[in-house]
């Protein structure tokens, strides 16, 4: 799952969470952002979780939910989880949204692709029919965040491309 975290300037980062494995009592998530991957476990001791990165020394993990506000000792930033809502993205005409629920049926485009305006980028499934999701401006794919089969919320961004 993609999170996004964007600061009071609308600048952002995101961090991709995977799961990688689970025991009895500790879990282990794998992180991955601009300056690499870490592995970060989690461990629910009195209905309180704990984080450690060597399963060492545990500190105590706040609790985010969807939408919610973090504050760190230099700035707060406004966390999204999947998504950015389109208000807030900086792809402009090249960020592909949702305008209602559906389902990821085929992605024609990989990162870095370059595309032309009104080509056909994705098929969605909406109201059981197949919707072609075409480009509306020439530029290079900069992110895709869905995957195929993947059913969507309106208001999910698909893909931003970079004009």
């Known amino acids: 799952m993609r999170y996004y975290f964007m600061n009071s300037e609308m600048k952002d980062f995101h961090l991709d969470v995977v799961m990688k494995s689970t025991s009895d009592s500790i879990k282990e998530f794998e992180f ?4 690499g991957t870490k592995a970060v476990f989690v461990k629910t001791l009195a209905g309180r979780n704990y ?3 060597d399963k060492i020394k545990w500190e105590k ?18 966390v999204f989880r999947g998504f950015k809502p389109s208000g807030l993205h900086a792809g402009g005409a090249g960020a592909l949204i949702t305008q209602m629920p559906g389902k990821i049926v085929k992605i024609f485009v990989k990162e870095g692709d370059e595309v032309k305006k009104g080509q056909t ?3 969605l499934e909406a109201m059981k029919m197949e919707n072609e999701i075409k480009c509306g401006v020439d530029g290079k794919v900069k992110l895709i965040s869905v995957k195929e089969g993947q059913a969507l919320e309106a208001g999910t961004l698909m893909i931003e491309i970079e004009e």
């Open 51 to 53: 984080f450690s990165f």
């Open 32 to 35: 991955t952002h601009e300056n």
């Open 61 to 78: 993990l706040t609790s985010l939910g969807v939408n919610e506000t973090l504050v760190s000792n230099t700035e707060t930033y406004k």
């Open 121 to 123: 980028v994705i098929i």
